[in-house]
């Protein structure tokens, strides 16, 4: 009787450890299918995820040139003007082209790898004082000169704006007027709404600053 219990002890444990060993196969069966259904829905999500931040970057570099050229308007007494081509640095008489992006001192490119682009009002690219400046935009405001820069058909009287192409590399109608995907001097420095909706024929991005707005800026 004495060495039952120790046994029985034994028995028990073997007993417990073996009920506890291992997964049944219905347990495995359903961690597989989880696995495969999270990473299928991770497969789904990542170019999404990928493409929004892209989005996010892209909208936030375009406020970042508006704001460098506000800078250089109060610094310089004067917008700078576009750039010819791709390097940068803005070409004298220049008023649509890509952004002067070296004459900025910031980056050019979207996180697509294209340059922006920049057009800005004739008047305001060859003053040669911060006070000049501000008289030229409250002229253009009042109408003793005019405008000749856009959006939103000509609801909006931009002294200047910055776009991004998007992610079909593209610039789109009404930005471009002669189908060859970017701004130039060949457009009629008509532009869309900067609210305009993200679609399938529209991606741009695109930043304009008013003429009462800088005005507003300029001291």
Not at 6 to 11: C, H, K, Q, T
């Amino acid at each position: 009787m004495g060495f039952d219990r120790p046994f029985d002890r034994i028995s028990w444990q073997t007993e417990g450890t073996s009920s506890r060993r291992g997964f049944t196969l219905i347990e495995v069966a359903i961690v597989m299918i989880i696995l495969g259904l999270l990473l299928g829905l991770g497969a789904e999500l990542l170019p999404m995820l990928v493409k929004q931040s892209k989005l996010k970057d892209n909208r936030m570099l375009v406020k970042e040139a508006r704001t460098a050229i506000i800078g250089y308007a109060h610094a310089t007494g004067r917008l700078p003007y576009a750039s010819a081509n791709v390097n940068g640095s803005q070409t004298a008489g220049r008023l649509s082209g890509y952004l002067p992006w070296a004459t900025l001192g910031i980056t050019g490119r979207d996180p697509y790898s294209t340059t922006l682009y920049y057009a800005i009002d004739s008047h305001l690219a060859n003053t040669t004082s911060v006070a000049q400046f501000k008289q030229r935009l409250g002229d253009l405001i009042s109408g003793t000169l005019s405008p000749d820069l856009f959006c939103d058909g000509t609801t909006i009287r931009a002294a200047f704006i910055v776009v991004s192409a998007g992610e079909n590399l593209r610039a789109n109608t009404p930005n471009d007027d002669n189908n060859n995907g970017r701004i130039d001097v060949n457009d009629n420095n008509r532009f869309a709404s900067p609210s305009s909706v993200i679609t399938a024929t529209y991606d741009d991005i695109l930043e304009a600053v008013s003429l009462t707005y800088l005005y507003g800026l300029i001291p």
